[in-house]
């Protein structure tokens, strides 16, 4: 039996370079082909031959990374299948080892053959506009990569690895029954307050009793991080980080700038809608417990109780929003490129993954019937959109925009999708739906400050104490954490930043998703005004893929690439007022 929902899919195009039947696995059959594109760089010396190259190692690329994904999907489809476990830590320990160094080689001997195309008698301007992204992110990898940073990476793939093992284990027994921590969160929207307690307080006792395992695998993490940054010669992880993710249009300054912001110009309209949820209540506190119910205590939003429902409901949406859009999510249903429902042994968490050589892509998430799993499936949708918007993109690297504007994909379709719930809910229903959204997004930006603020701080303190980490961390609870009454549970505050995969898998991942909410919440002011265009152009841009550099896909989109207090203060005033409506 397949530990994949899909089955086997044909290239986007046929093969042209890559053998048919090849072990992608199997890096002794991989090496040749590095070998004879590594002899034939040095022949391409005009035009059509770099270009006839750079498309035989894209092909090459692309059939990598499906491999790669198609072992990652299975292992976090199933974390309790010893064979996809074996798959996937086979691949990172045996074949990514190998095949970083011979990527920097190509990356090399592109640099070197770009260099003999742009200067002199031999220079051909005709590529600079189209290579200008791929030229400057290719020049920045090669000046950062270091061969004895290949061992520290797989280390550091284990330990991820094995975070998620760990999360991915947990489970409670509540009322006799054994529950996934993902399914004890529809208790925290009960409107009987002590089952709301005795839920969270059960989740949050078994959360720490993986706080040292936890701790002990992030203090592994930091190390190895801080060597790889210091091999490649910088300061601190963080700097390294920052050019590794090649931000070229953004520093560190800018992301405190938009902490600062974040602080001045949202704090005060979460103070104001944790106020008036107390309010409501009639609490003399909010507690960590009375933060997801229906403040006016009505039971749960239920959108839908089978996962079939959710899709079917969500193939509506798409059909108002837009023919095109909609015919894309059919495929994917056809394809069987979902896997959405929770269960035992699946990894925490949703994500779209893109099918690189098939050019078409799958999504991962863990539905249990709350009103957030409709957010995610319009969230995760959006990320596909973009993936099949760039299918016709025969450079591999083009086929994948930076993070800050593949999250504008995303959440613009949670923004845009949401006006037609209606196909979840009555229209009171569906307002509330809204409400509880915009709520969302207001409250998530403290949050994504918090996580960003925190791993500076992290990665710019060698050396330091869990128990200085731990004082850094509560400071900005302090901070961005509003006005919720955490007495008694004080362990459970100071270690809440252990269920943020992001601070384990992906180290300063977490501020393009306030940069791009701010480009989605631009896209859905433009629909306000113009919902043709504002439709219009956020496909344009999507189609641009990763060709253009971040502050033009935001201007394609018709936003501003801006995430100062002058950017954001209109914003929050439009969400407030729309949430006055509701």
């Known amino acids: 039996m397949s530990l994949l929902p899909f089955g086997k899919l044909s290239p986007a195009k046929p093969r042209a370079f890559v053998p048919t039947a090849i072990d992608l696995g199997d890096w002794p059959q991989i090496a040749p082909l590095f070998d004879q594109l590594e002899r034939r760089a040095a022949e391409a010396n005009d035009v059509v031959a770099l270009e006839r190259w750079l498309l035989d190692w894209s092909e090459l690329s692309a059939a990598l990374d499906e491999e790669a994904s198609r072992r990652y999907i299975a292992m976090t489809c199933h974390t309790d299948n010893a064979d996809a476990e074996k798959a996937y830590l086979h691949f990172v320990e045996h074949v990514e080892p190998q095949l970083k160094p011979r990527q920097f080689a190509l990356e090399q001997l592109y640099v070197a053959a770009r260099a003999r195309l742009t200067t002199g008698a031999e220079a051909d301007l005709a590529l600079n506009h189209r290579y200008e992204v791929f030229d400057r992110d290719v020049?920045?990898?090669?000046?950062?990569?270091?061969?004895?940073?290949?061992?520290?990476?797989?280390?550091?793939?284990?330990?991820?690895?094995?975070?998620?093992?760990?999360?991915?284990?947990?489970?409670?027994?509540?009322?006799?029954?054994?529950?996934?921590?993902?399914?004890?969160?529809?208790?925290?929207?009960?409107?009987?307050?002590?089952?709301?307690?005795?839920?969270?307080?059960?989740?949050a006792a078994r959360r720490l009793q993986d706080v040292d395992k936890c701790e002990a695998i992030f203090d592994e993490l930091i190390q190895l991080r801080t060597q790889i940054a210091k091999q490649a010669g910088f300061e601190n992880y963080r700097d390294y980080a920052h050019r590794q993710k090649c931000r070229f249009d953004y520093t560190p300054e800018n992301c405190f700038q938009f902490h600062d912001a974040v602080e001045k110009e949202i704090m005060p309209a979460v103070r104001e809608i944790q106020s008036e949820r107390r309010r409501q209540l009639k609490l003399e506190k909010l507690r960590p417990w009375d933060l997801a119910v229906d403040p006016q205590n009505r039971a749960?939003?239920?959108p839908f109780t089978q996962v079939g429902e959710m899709v079917a409901r969500t193939q509506k949406i798409f059909n108002h929003l837009d023919a095109e859009l909609a015919d894309g999510f059919q495929q994917m249903q056809n394809l069987k490129l979902l896997d959405l429902d929770n269960r035992k042994g699946k990894a925490p968490g949703g994500y779209q993954s893109t099918l690189s050589e098939a050019r078409v892509p799958f999504i991962f998430m863990n539905a249990i019937g709350l009103q957030r799993d409709v957010e995610t499936i319009l969230h995760e949708a959006g990320h596909a959109f973009?993936?099949?918007?760039?299918?016709?993109?025969?450079?591999y690297a083009y086929r994948g925009a930076p993070i800050e504007f593949c999250e504008v994909a995303s959440m613009s379709m949670e923004l845009l999708g949401n006006e037609f719930l209606e196909e979840f809910y009555p229209s009171a229903e569906a307002n509330r739906a809204r409400k509880t959204h915009l709520e969302g997004i207001i409250g998530f930006f403290p949050w994504m400050a918090t996580v960003d603020a925190f791993q500076h701080w992290i990665y710019t303190h060698a050396g330091h104490t869990r128990a200085e980490r731990k004082a850094a961390y509560l400071h900005l609870m302090d901070r961005f954490g509003g006005d919720v009454d955490y007495t008694g549970c004080e362990a459970a505050r100071a270690y809440s930043w252990q269920r943020q995969l992001h601070i384990f898998l992906h180290p300063f991942y977490y501020v393009e998703y306030g940069i791009a909410q701010l480009g989605a919440l631009q896209v859905w002011a433009n629909s306000k005004a113009n919902k043709a265009k504002a439709l219009a152009d956020y496909k344009q841009a999507l189609a641009l893929g990763g060709s253009r550099p971040l502050p033009e896909l935001f201007a394609a989109a018709g936003c501003k690439f801006q995430f100062d207090a002058a950017t954001i203060k209109p914003l929050i005033q439009l969400a407030s007022t729309e949430l006055r409506k509701l």
Not at 172 to 199: H, S
């Open 139 to 203: 020049k920045n990898h090669v000046a950062l990569f270091r061969p004895e940073n290949v061992a520290l990476e797989t280390e550091e793939a284990k330990l991820c690895q094995q975070y998620q093992k760990l999360i991915g284990a947990q489970t409670v027994t509540f009322r006799g029954e054994e529950k996934t921590l993902v399914q004890m969160g529809r208790y925290l929207e009960e409107p009987d307050r002590a089952l709301r307690q005795e839920a969270w307080e059960i989740v």
């Open 300 to 302: 749960p939003l239920k």
């Open 386 to 395: 973009h993936a099949q918007a760039t299918r016709a993109e025969d450079l």
